[in-house]
């Protein structure tokens, strides 16, 4: 059985560690600063009194914590309601990341099942997120479909 538990603000720099794994970057990359950016947003949602945010993690070893072999963290944004989903409440996931060494365990289906049960218990119905193609075995599986609209994204100039 896989011991999945809720990510802590100490899980901070493992989760942004994993997060270059998901970018395919050495560890000690670090354009525009972007770890220690991540770093401080996810101590901040995951420790806010109301948190919009959750991670789920499995450690490296069972006995203990600060090296971690897999991720999945979410997001729940509230937007105007609609048919289908009144409230407005729509889950993001990402960060679904697993460390090379301990792939093929179910590492990540298990703390994206975690994830998925908190988005129910917040009351996010809808949960969107976006997979590369080797991934979406396992969306698929746990019920996630491919929509009709593409995403589109614009990047604005930093002033």
């Known amino acids: 059985m896989t011991n999945v538990r809720r990510a802590t603000a100490e899980d901070a720099p493992e989760l942004v560690r994993l997060r270059g794994v998901l970018f395919g970057l050495p560890d000690d990359s670090d354009q525009d600063g972007w770890r220690e950016a991540s770093r401080l947003i ?3 949602r995951l420790t806010a009194p109301s948190p919009t945010m959750a991670g789920f ?6 006995d203990t914590t600060g090296r971690l072999a897999a991720s999945a963290v979410g997001i729940v944004e509230e937007r105007l309601g609609g048919p289908g989903n009144p409230h407005g409440l729509v889950g ?4 679904v990341a697993t460390d090379p060494a301990h792939r093929r365990h179910g590492y990540a289906r298990a703390c994206t099942a ?3 049960a908190w988005f129910t ?17 396992l969306y698929t599986s746990q019920g996630f479909a491919r929509t009709a609209d ?4 614009l990047t604005l100039p930093r002033s």
């Open 150 to 153: 593409p995403a589109m994204r």
């Open 121 to 137: 218990a917040e009351g996010a119905y809808t949960v969107d997120l976006r997979a590369t193609p080797d991934a979406e075995p």
């Open 42 to 44: 996810l101590v901040r």
């Open 92 to 95: 993001y996931m990402f960060n």
């Open 114 to 116: 975690a994830l998925l």
């Open 57 to 62: 993690v499995v450690d490296q070893s069972p």
